[in-house]
């Protein structure tokens, strides 16, 4: 059966129940911080992230260190053909010399191209906006790879030891950010790049639901102004920058 | 009408084996980079995450395209109603299915999970142009072996102009199918256009007369005769007129770019900038692959067996530096994440990505035409293939030598 | 010859039999470290423990569902060897019965065979 038909009666049907089991006017908050791990993905939210490039600077790297800690990324010593999920892109603007730098992954698009291009269908768009490559579909084409303008996709090079349990990757599959899906899933309410910047105190990541007006990420978007990278593609995605 | 007879290759023993042999060690040579990459993983090639489509799809797509356009011939007589073709009809759907195998071949060793094959033919996300070709794919084995049949069946040959003209619409979408699987990319900026798929439709027609020449000639050789002088002059016409359309293709599409500004960056760095690239694209594509082929068929050469084999040989070899330019070339270009920006980083945003090609590549590259002439030579010994003569009905007389006796 | 080459083939399926009795075949060695039952009875697990895999891996891919009893991670948490922490190996959980029954795994590619450190089989 084709996924996308399955999820979106999943989602409905469970949006429905949830709606006619609770009183109504009461503030549906259990969506927006954590869904139930029983109950699938649903379409009522949508997961992204705001970055402030202000507040980046040019050499911090905090959060690609935590995004490869968490998510078990390890160099080979080969740069060329080592997965980078996220990386800091360094700006120079050619005519003033002004210099910025910005964290660019996958940016979960709306849209995705990556989706579109998958022969197998295992590069997919959850129900709640997550983009992200199913494993066990995958066969190594790197059609995905060809046709993301951010980007963001890493094909695996090598035998592969020492996953994370919650991040399995393999040789010869494709991979890219997953917003740290298996966090997400369990209720722990942020991504590990998210959570290391602000730890660090520079505050330049926000993640949050996108659908959800009174969620921080909401809010923070009607306040900076902000855009899309290359919203001339028109993929929508959830993931916004401010500052560049 | 003369009745057309064919027959199958008369080399025997050592003439016959030797030649497979070496076949052999080629695609043995080819199996050897299958396994090397299958088991130490891609880091072992020149790929890395910059370049993810490398000399294997060079080979690959040029083996596909020229495998569609090597229908022609059969095509040209079933369809066109030229008489004269149909000798060499048969050969040309065993030519179209054998290289076509050898390129799939080549893709199918490529892929990261070559394993998961059953999952490709399985899992189908229709929107894919990927997936869509690969039904065109399995389809023209079908259809082209159907075409076969119906050739080279006496009592199905009149039906054979019906399945003939299915073959010839089967092989156009698929082509079309092939340049779009790069036309539909809005991420690289050498792709992003619809004249990809057009492009390589006028591309097969070229590469696959020029395959199909290059098989012919040396397929009567190998029979210890030459293939007929009126047939080799036409087919030779045939080729500088596609060439000449393929030249045409890739001016207006370079033109087009050059003439959106935000384009100048991957023009320049084609045409001009681009190191390799640059070399491959003039010195390759258009100068081997296109003026010098058709400067010697429209010469007194291209009368010649030699100068006609000289020219096809030369249009095969620009056709494979197009498709290093296509596929690595637009790759190598970055992806513009932030327009008006110079971008640097640790995963090579802003600069142009580098690429040398590795041995297991090149191999796993002749491994697949080394299929696909491993599968023309056992189909030329085992099924009548080869024409007795090419004077069906339109020549005034025979020019080839009479039939050896087996 | 015919009785011949019948003769050949009985004794070659025999062979296969008396090599089994005598103990030269390896058998698995399911060893079960921590006490108590698997999710499903031991019957159920034997015969479908794959079809509960395939089913589970697209709940949790496709739909983020996350939960026992059938994730894979709860399954190597509480099989992993006490020895080596893992599932594979020589005494390995799925690779003792797998190499018996000559099942190639394809899981161990992208699945890490190792059991979490800690909170091995508690309830989350």
Redesign the interface.
Known sequence: MNPATRRGFIGTAAAALAGVALAPGVRLIEFAAARAPAEPASAKLRWGLLIDTTKCAAGCNDCVKACNEENGLKSTGRPRTDAQWIRKIDLKEPKTGRQHSAPVMCQHCAHPPCVDVCPTGASFKRADGIVLVDRHTCIGCRYCVMACPYKARSFVHENLTDQKPDVPRGKGCVEGCTLCVHRIDRGQGTTACAEACAKAGHEAITFGDLNDPASAIARRLRELPNRALRADLRLDPGVRYAGV | MATIVQRELSATAWRYYAPLAAIGALLAAGFAAFITMEVNGHHVTGMDNQIVWGLPHVFAVFLIVAASGALNVASVASVFGKLEYKPLAPLSGVVAIAVMAGGLAILAADLGRPDRLVVAMTHFNFKSIFALNMFLYSGFFAIVGVYLWFMMERRMQALSGAVGLAAFLWRLILTTGTGSIFGFLVAREAYDSALLGPSFVVYSFAYGTAVFLLVALAASRWDGRALDEAMTRRLGRLLALFTAAALYMTVVFHLTKLYVTRYHGIEAFILAEGGVHTLLFWAGQIGLGGVLPIAILYSRAGGSRTGVLAAAALVALGGLAQMYVTIIGAQAWPQPIFPGWQESSSFFDGEIHRYAPSLPEFFLGLGGVALAAALIAVAVKVLPLLPESCTASSSPQPTSPPARPR | MRTAGLLVALLAALAAGWAFAAGRTAKPAVVIEKPGNCVEATEVMRRDHMKLLLHQ???T???????RPHSL?GC?DCHASAKTGSVLGEQGFCQSCHAYAGVTL?CW????P?A?AQTAGAAQ
């Open positions: 891996r697209d709940r891919t496709r739909e983020g569902i996350r939960t991670t190597i394809d590619e992208c699945h890490t190792k979490r």
